[in-house]
């Protein structure tokens, strides 16, 4: 896996000087500092995250569907902010008024939300995952290539050191050759596991828009306000893969570089319903060898399951969170979500490697990194998370619900771009609901 360094530095180089040549069309032609005009789809939870980006700019339009929070925006400082609790009617009124729209809804959402403002050729920042269902992800990255647009989802730790640290660690070859990568996460922290409840629910709450949360999900009584708790079920979110492996995986897909062909196996899974993720699992990928792809074996777990420890670790103790790249000739462990200090065991000492940064570094945060590209002080791809990278990494990611739905080994083609199996094929996407169905047309 080690890479000639003379040759990264004089690649990088031409690279750099093809850059530099490139003609770069930002929103705003000749006036980059102009101030963007932002919509915000989500306003609470994550959304709250991204209130930095339009607080510099100009905030023209919120989208909630809960009224109490489009109410605490003070209309005394932003009297000309306009409040909808549905998007499709917020685009319809709005989108001549929008230069950029951050996403920051239940996934069910997301791609509904950026195509639309894709189709109109609006920058798109999106929370990751960055669709509910692999076909979703394609679309959006087929879509944001064929316009060229400033895209972003948000997965910070891709604009940070961490990542970098172990690139230049594993392609110097401090450890040898990868053959696998294990990663787990402490999540699901809200409830999964439990059967879909009986009875024709609650009274909806007049502050709520039940059918525009709904969106294009099928459409069930209410039972009370799910606020984080969505993320457990299969019409809403992801589960705990999809909510963190974004994350956490992030440095395995920089590093390795897997393709689509690969075979996807549950290996455990335990607590799944019919309407929600499982308390737990482990899940596998194995990938081919293609292209930078040297092929080798990934493993995910989560619900606090954790792969075997390292007898090289010694005394030390697996992190709560963190990923494990097992070498020929060591292993590197991170921590945290966001791959921060690696750890090097090789010969069964903890050393700290000296290497050279093979690759650069970050441009700003995530948030910057995305206002710059829309100014043209950036290419409209050179975001980190643009949906080209994210699109791929996430439709990757959500091979692994599938393989769990239908409780076999599947494999997935990179030619055809689907399953061989037909029962995994078919849950590739979804039918959207009445109502909910223009977005999917485009």
Not at 228 to 245: E, I, K, N, V
Not at 269 to 295: H, L, M, Y
Not at 318 to 329: A, C, D, I
Request: with cysteine; proline share 5%; glycine share 8%.
């Amino acid at each position: 896996m080690a890479i000639n360094r003379r040759q990264f530095i004089k690649n990088s180089a031409a690279g750099a000087a093809v850059a530099s040549f490139a003609s770069v069309v930002p929103i705003f032609g000749a006036e980059p500092d102009k101030k963007i005009r932002f919509a915000q789809i989500g306003c609470s939870g994550r959304g709250k995250a991204h209130y930095g980006m339009w607080r510099s700019n100009e905030f023209v339009a919120a989208c909630d569907t809960n009224r109490k929070v489009i109410g605490m925006f003070n209309e005394k400082n932003m009297p000309k902010l306009k409040k909808y609790t549905n998007y499709y009617e917020m685009y319809e009124n709005e989108m001549d008024n929008i230069d950029a729209v951050i996403v920051a809804t239940p996934d069910q959402h997301h791609f509904a939300a950026a195509m639309m403002a894709l189709d109109a050729g609006k920058a798109v920042y999106c929370e990751k995952p960055l669709a509910w269902s692999i076909t979703e992800c394609l679309e959006l990255a087929k879509m944001a290539k064929k316009k060229k647009l400033v895209t972003q989802m948000g997965n910070q730790g891709n604009a940070q050191q961490g990542w970098r640290d172990c690139y230049n660690i594993i392609h110097s070859d401090v450890i040898g050759k990868v053959r696998e990568v294990k990663t787990w996460t402490n999540r699901p922290i809200w409830p999964q596991g439990n059967n879909k409840p009986e009875g024709e629910g609650l009274p909806i709450p007049e502050h709520l828009d039940w059918e525009s949360w709904i969106g294009p999900s099928p459409m069930r009584a209410f039972h009370g306000e799910l606020d984080f708790d969505w993320r457990g079920y299969y019409d809403f979110g992801c589960g705990a893969l999809g909510d963190m492996s974004c994350h956490t995986m992030n440095a395995m897909f920089q590093i390795m570089k897997p393709d689509y062909n690969c075979t996807i196996e549950p290996i455990l899974v335990e607590g799944r319903t019919n309407d929600q993720f499982p308390t737990k699992e482990i899940i596998k990928w194995a990938f081919d060898k293609s292209g930078d792809c040297p092929g080798f074996d990934c493993y995910w777990y989560d619900g606090n399951l954790k792969p075997e420890k390292p007898e090289e670790m010694g005394e030390a103790e697996l992190p709560r969170t963190g990923s494990m790249f097992m070498g020929e000739k060591g292993i590197l462990i991170t921590a945290s979500d966001y791959n921060s200090s690696p750890k090097v065991y090789v010969g069964g000492q903890l050393i700290q490697p000296e290497v050279d940064q093979l690759v650069p570094e970050s441009k700003g945060n995530i948030h910057n990194q995305f206002i710059d590209a829309i100014q043209g002080k950036m290419e409209w791809n050179e975001t980190c998370s643009n949906f080209g990278y994210a699109g791929k990494m996430t439709a990757i990611i959500n091979m692994g619900p599938v393989a769990e739905k239908v409780d076999k080994k599947i494999r997935f083609s990179a030619r055809k771009m689907r399953f061989k199996d037909k029962e995994a094929r078919a849950l590739m996407g979804r039918k959207p609901r009445e109502g909910w169905k223009k977005a999917y047309k485009i």
